[in-house]
T-cell receptor
């Protein structure tokens, strides 16, 4: 089955430290991968996507993600975390059998401490 | 652009009542998606439309749920009759062509 896994329910990091939110995928063919962020009482906001090309994708708010085909991973990273980055982060992959649909992970809550 | 607009933002109703959630997609977007988010089940796709036509409603939980899109700028999700287990946050999202989805702020539904 096509799927996305976010192995960590929560990630805690101190402000100013680098952060990584993990995502692995299992899909047929070449994956189209996305990261979204959800702030409290808000809808999901698009951060970045990988379709093809450079394995390092840069997105909004200083976030970037690295596509690793051999490890089937698409980890979200930021060199220096801010308290305001605290939110729920979702990884998603386009369903290869219905490309209109996204398959979302269960989400990872990022907590950045001052 | 104002983004995807949803109303109401909060809805509290009693079991058995009809609930109607509304969505206005971003102008020019030809896809519209309805999702439900709960702690237990995460984010679930309920139904989506392309050019106002329902394409896939396999995620609609049961016949109590229905969705319509009478024109390109408006969609509704109706629950009749509502049940406590329908309590969730319902999101509408829209997309143009093959681009990323843009989500609305959601409607928090509580069924007592």
């Amino acid at each position: 089955a096509q799927s996305v896994a976010q192995p960590e329910d929560q990630v805690n990091v101190a402000e100013g430290n680098p952060l990584t939110v993990k995502c692995t995928y299992s899909v047929s063919g070449n994956p189209y991968l996305f990261w979204y962020v959800q702030y409290p009482n808000r809808g999901l906001q698009f951060l970045l996507k990988y379709i093809t090309g450079d394995n390092l994708v840069k997105g909004s708010y200083g976030f970037e993600a690295e596509f690793n085909k051999s490890q089937t991973s698409f980890h979200l990273k930021k060199p220096s975390a801010l308290v305001s980055d605290s939110a729920l982060y979702f990884c998603a992959v386009r369903d290869p059998y219905n490309t209109d649909k996204l398959i979302f992970g269960t989400g990872t809550r990022l907590q950045v401490f001052p | 652009d104002a983004g995807v607009i949803q109303s109401p933002r909060h809805e509290v109703t009693e079991m058995g009542q009809e609930v109607t959630l509304r969505c206005k997609p971003i102008s020019g977007h030809d896809y519209l998606f309805w999702y439900r988010q709960t702690m237990m089940r995460g984010l679930e796709l309920l139904i989506y439309f392309n050019n106002n036509v329902p394409i896939d409603d396999s995620g609609m939980p049961e016949d109590r749920f229905s969705a319509k899109m009478p024109n390109a700028s408006f969609s509704t999700l109706k629950i009749q009759p509502s049940e406590p287990r329908d309590s969730a946050v319902y999101f509408c999202a829209s997309r143009r062509l093959d681009n990323e989805q843009f989500f609305g702020p959601g409607t928090r539904l509580t069924v007592l």
